[in-house]
């Protein structure tokens, strides 16, 4: 017997005793996609449709089988059918909505379709842990950990709705942040869009900066006599500002060109809105040309050797033509570090994990991981600006604030996650705290006993703590790179789809009817519908049972009063009488033209008590 490397038993699943049976080949198509055989599963599929085309099973089957191959359109038709075969069919509904989300410009539908899953079934986990990963999608993450909490209260031992939650209180976003799946646009149209913004940004900004850079080389430097040898030549300020003309041409130029390849226009704000680093580029990009011409206009004639004479205007706008890039970085670098909450994330990905946690989702693991990394980058960052308190405000004791970050650290080990076995993770998390420690009691022995050279060397040994965690950091990333796994960055962070050590909700087996319950409604004229009105729970008498299709599914004619409440809550109740039995289908009923379409859900049959059984005082 084989195994995968998590333990999950990946043995070949023989064909059903009964190859006549569909649904023992539905059954082996379960135990099959369990083991991760999506081939061999959707032939057990195919079989079992072969041998009852009208049992919404297999096309479900089909379905789950199709997306594990990637093969989503198919997946998407195969589902579709399963959805016209049992409309009132909660688990196909999920199955359809599973499969649209992979469909560039379908989450509408898929939204559409998880939400009548959740009407449908709302005491099943499976559908509101979809509408949370739907809505996670779209960066929705309000709405997401509602979801989520949700499925929780009717599953405690539910792996992705604990990943999925810890996302959301990380702030998590999917690499295609500026595309909102909600749109009807191609993501291929706004990644093309994205690209050409970004690059437009770019070469304006790189432009720009070499213009200020010669300038400020062949006339300000030389002017201000900076440059050993050089002095300023008269006339060079109209030289110069000629050449920054030039310059501007060559933005104008890049401008138009770059223009005609965003073709999504219309989505550009909500991709701004979306995207902060892409927001942040194009700021940039349109703030770089008119800090460009303020330092044009304004190019000082100093006298030389003062520094004093070149101008407030010109050198904050030279500034912030040379150093955007540093500043966007640093902008960026703090963003992705301090958004979330990862002590919190750690908690909810820890719930995610049995006893023992090696067993564990692959995704949670993954996550613990990089969250770890995010709480290094927090301490290391953190010690970093306490550490440069003293020597901004002169107070040596100021360092005694850095005993905050080692006192972070003991916080994060109540999360309940287990540490990964990562030894750069392990150098990374304790160089803050070694170079806290160490400033602190440099700041108090610096504040006690004045200079000193111990003091010195306790200074010395922070800052070398801090670097040796930056170069943990650094050798973690490089290694990530070379190998082309997930690195020690926020982007690594993934969604889990796990569903534990149980059947996903979109592969649970359709309720059957026996015989005699086919028999029962279609000529019984005791059929009760128990439904919910508008005053609370009501019993209507069905007019007619006109027919009871080979999936089990009723086909009801009531009257308006029904048809109210099935608009209402559409999860209704059956009773039907037999002189020998009488049984209890509970479904759900969905309006199709002049019918109601009952799709049974649980089916309960009752012998009538006999004369010995009757109740007596």
């Known amino acids: 017997m084989g195994s995968d490397i998590d333990g999950c038993d990946t043995s070949p699943v023989p064909p059903p005793l009964d190859h006549a049976d569909p649904r023992a080949w539905c059954a082996v198509a379960v135990a099959r996609l369990s083991r991760d055989q999506p081939e061999a599963a959707l032939e057990a599929a195919r079989q079992a449709i072969g041998r009852d085309p009208q049992d919404e099973w297999g096309h479900r089957l089909a379905g789950a089988a199709l997306e594990r191959l990637g093969r989503d359109t198919e997946a998407v038709a195969a589902s579709r059918e399963a959805v016209r075969l049992a409309p009132g069919s909660w688990a196909a509904r999920l199955r359809l909505a599973s499969a649209l989300r992979r469909i560039p410009g379908r989450w509408r539908e898929a939204w559409a379709e998880a939400r009548h899953a959740v009407r449908f079934a709302p005491d099943e986990p499976d559908p509101h842990v979809l509408c949370g990963d739907l809505a996670l999608l779209r960066g929705d993450h309000g709405g997401a950990a509602r979801a989520y909490g949700e499925a929780l209260r009717r599953r405690r031992d539910h792996p992705a709705a604990w990943v999925n939650l810890g996302l959301t209180l990380l702030r998590w976003q999917r690499p295609r942040g500026h595309h909102d799946p909600a749109w009807e646009a191609d993501p291929r149209d706004t990644g093309r869009a994205r690209r050409a913004l970004e690059t437009w940004s770019r070469q304006v900004r790189v432009i720009l900066a070499v213009a200020t850079a010669g300038i400020c080389v062949a006339v300000v430097l030389p002017g201000l006599g900076l440059l050993p040898g050089a002095h300023r030549l008269p006339g060079m300020h109209g030289e110069a ?290 439904c919910t009105g508008a005053d609370g729970p009501r019993a209507l008498a069905v007019s007619a049972v006109t027919s009871v299709t080979p999936a089990g599914e009723f086909r009801l004619i009531a009257g308006d009063e029904a048809w109210d409440a099935v608009r209402r809550d559409p999860r209704v109740v059956l009773f039907v009488g037999d002189p020998r039995f009488w049984a209890e289908v509970r479904g759900v009923a969905v309006p199709d033209d002049d019918v109601l379409r009952v799709t049974p859900r649980q089916v309960l049959m009752r012998e009538y008590p006999g004369r010995h059984q009757a109740r007596t005082r």
Do not use: K
């Open 241 to 530: 500002r000629i050449a920054g003309a030039l310059a501007l041409a060559a933005v104008l130029a890049i401008c138009v060109r770059q223009a005609t390849r965003v073709g999504a226009w219309a989505y550009v704000p909500g991709m701004l809105r979306r995207d902060l680093r892409l927001c942040m580029s194009v700021a940039l990009g349109l703030l770089a040309p008119a800090a460009y011409v303020a330092g044009l206009a304004t190019l000082p004639e100093p006298r030389p050797g003062s520094l004093q004479e070149v101008g407030e205007v010109w050198a904050g706008a030279t500034g912030l033509v040379l150093l955007n890039p540093a500043a966007a970085l640093a902008v960026r670098l703090l963003a992705e570090t301090w958004r979330g909450r990862p002590v919190a994330a750690l908690r909810r990905f820890a719930a995610a994990l049995p006893v023992p946690p090696a067993a564990g989702d692959r995704a949670a693991q993954r996550d613990i991981a990089v969250t770890f990394w995010i709480v290094a980058a927090r301490a290391w960052q953190a010690a970093a600006a306490l550490m440069l308190v003293p020597f901004v405000t002169g107070a040596p004791l100021a360092a005694v604030a850095c005993l905050a970050v080692p006192a972070g650290l003991l916080r994060v080990r109540t999360a309940g996650a287990p540490r990964p076995r990562d030894r750069w993770l392990a150098v990374a998390l304790a160089a803050p705290a070694v170079a806290a420690v160490c400033a602190a009691a440099a700041g108090a022995a610096g504040a006690l006993a004045g200079p000193d050279p111990a003091v010195v060397a306790l200074w010395r040994c922070a800052w070398g703590a801090l670097a040796l965690g930056a170069a943990a950091f650094a050798v973690r990333a490089t290694r990530a790179w070379w190998r082309g796994g997930p690195g020690p960055w926020r982007a690594s962070l993934v969604p889990s789809e796990s569903r534990g050590t149980r059947i996903p909700g979109d592969l649970t087996p359709s309720a059957g009817l026996s015989d005699e319950v086919r028999h029962a409604a279609a000529y019984s004229r005791n059929v009760v519908l128990a």
